[in-house]
């Protein structure tokens, strides 16, 4: 009944519409030539936004911190419009996951607007690493990098979002 969804939706006007998912757990890192990673992201909407362009961008798989936001978050789900599915999402200790895709012949490619340069498409396997919201990416997770990108902009604006910028 109408009562009954708006008593389980988290929005004030409910979809007609509701379904029961279960949550994957242990999802393994699949071979592919292209991985998106996220260290430390916060904003859940932000996750959500990155699932869905990678998603549309043809991303295999999107590894995630440990320490970000959940990716199972009411929010982060309404973000990704229902991409959360067509994709494969690892969450994994970064420090130990890149030091093996590197091992693999993957370019890890981090996001830095101090020492990044302009983007170019990247071909072969590789791994583009978007930093936190707040502080970027990890200092340890920098070491790692193969190489930086940076995303030009007016000097009027002090930054973009993570997901904006991903």
Partial sequence: SKEIMEKLASTKTPQPIMARCFIQKDKKLVDGKRYLILDYLQDPGNIGTIIRSAVAFNYETIIISPNSADVYNI???????????????????????????????????????????????????HALIIGSEAKGMSDDVKKLCDEFFYIPMSEKCESLNAGVSA
């Fill in 75 to 125: 929010k982060t789900i309404r973000a990704t419009e229902g991409m959360l599915y067509k994709i494969n999402i690892v969450i994994k200790n970064l420090n130990e996951i890149i030091p093996d895709l590197k091992n693999k012949g993957y370019k890890i490619v981090g996001t830095d607007v101090q020492k990044g340069s302009h983007p170019y498409k990247i071909s072969g396997a």
